[in-house]
């Protein structure tokens, strides 16, 4: 899990969210299977798309899919062209410098994939040496910074380009959420090369506390709809009814404490 192509964004004006009519929603134009990817007729579907639009109806919110590219989602939000970020970002302390975020919607852990029958290890200097894939100014790549100092980081503007390099051989891992792997190794070229290694530790200072809407700072209204939103979805049983879609396991999640 990290755009403008706004064909309907024209008649919106550029107002705080507290003054519009429309709450403008931002997500990746890259692909994130199965959360969110255009589909032939150019419209965005997705488990994270469905759960949006669901939490904007809980919340009573008038929502419009605003699409930009992963790294410019952030500068969107602060310059007031986006009101919201549902784009599998993670809750972040370092994120929180810059934006505010909603209570969390989704939870899954990290992992590292690589050429099968190769020694992969995710101790420290597990990975000396080894050229190792990220998405950029993905919590991934901060994860590998901490964690991983010694490996040789690749830089790539979406996950699915990591893992076709990785099936290229020039890669020897790639670190990514664990379901964004799953999903690669059970494709055709995933089954041919690699295979899962480890999910590694979390870590909540890179990994994060779960994936959570981002909104500007001083958005608190919006904010707690939102939280009211998620909240009553995961109470009446729509947030499970649209997982049944996507997943046979409880992407939630461990439960807040």
Same mark, same amino acid.
């Given at each position: 899990?990290?755009?403008?192509?706004?064909?309907?964004?024209?008649?919106?004006?550029?107002?705080?969210?507290?003054?519009?009519?429309?709450?403008?929603?931002?997500?990746?134009?890259?692909?994130?299977?199965?959360?969110?990817?255009?589909?032939?007729?150019?419209?965005?579907?997705?488990?994270?798309?469905?759960?949006?639009?669901?939490?904007?109806?809980?919340?009573?919110?008038?929502?419009?899919?605003?699409?930009?590219?992963? =790294?410019?989602?952030?500068?969107? %939000?602060?310059?007031?062209? !986006? *009101?919201?970020?549902? +784009?599998?970002?993670? @809750?972040?302390? $370092?994120?929180?410098?810059?934006?505010?975020?909603?209570?969390?919607?989704?939870?899954?852990?990290?992992?590292?994939?690589?050429?099968?029958?190769?020694?992969?290890?995710?101790?420290?200097?597990?990975?000396?040496?080894?050229?190792?894939?990220?998405?950029?100014?993905?919590?991934?790549?901060?994860?590998?910074?901490?964690?991983?100092?010694?490996?040789?980081?690749?830089?790539?503007?979406?996950? =699915?380009?990591?893992?076709?390099? %990785?099936?290229?051989?020039? !890669? *020897?891992?790639?670190? +990514?959420?664990?379901? @964004?792997?799953? $999903?690669?190794?059970?494709?055709?070229?995933?089954?041919?090369?690699?295979?899962?290694?480890?999910?590694?530790?979390?870590?909540?200072?890179?990994?994060?506390?779960?994936?959570?809407?981002?909104?500007?700072?001083?958005?608190?209204?919006?904010?707690?709809?939102?939280?009211?939103?998620?909240?009553?979805?995961?109470?009446?049983?729509?947030?499970?009814?649209?997982?049944?879609?996507?997943?046979?396991?409880?992407?939630?999640?461990?439960?807040?404490?």
């Amino acid at each position: 899990m990290k755009r403008l192509m706004t064909a309907t964004l024209t008649s919106l004006c550029l107002a705080p969210v507290a003054q519009a009519e429309v709450t403008r929603v931002g997500f990746a134009t890259e692909p994130y299977p199965p959360f969110a990817t255009l589909d032939a007729s150019g419209e965005l579907q997705g488990w994270e798309v469905d759960i949006t639009r669901a939490v904007c109806d809980a919340a009573e919110l008038e929502c419009e899919i605003v699409t930009t590219s992963w =790294d410019g989602l952030i500068p969107a %939000l602060t310059g007031d062209k !986006l *009101d919201v970020i549902a +784009a599998s970002l993670s @809750i972040t302390d $370092q994120r929180r410098e810059t934006i505010a975020f909603s209570d969390k919607y989704y939870q899954t852990p990290a992992a590292l994939a690589g050429a099968k029958g190769d020694d992969l290890k995710t101790t420290s200097g597990g990975l000396a040496g080894k050229t190792l894939g990220v998405q950029s100014a993905s919590i991934h790549q901060a994860y590998a910074q901490v964690h991983f100092p010694e490996a040789i980081l690749r830089e790539y503007q979406t996950q =699915d380009d990591a893992n076709q390099d %990785l099936f290229a051989g020039r !890669l *020897d891992a790639t670190l +990514a959420d664990r379901l @964004i792997i799953e $999903q690669f190794l059970d494709s055709k070229e995933g089954q041919l090369c690699c295979e899962m290694k480890a999910t590694v530790t979390q870590d909540q200072e890179t990994l994060g506390e779960g994936i959570g809407f981002g909104v500007r700072q001083a958005d608190d209204a919006l904010r707690e709809r939102l939280n009211e939103g998620i909240a009553e979805i995961r109470a009446n049983g729509t947030y499970d009814e649209i997982t049944a879609r996507y997943f046979d396991f409880d992407i939630y999640g461990e439960p807040d404490t």
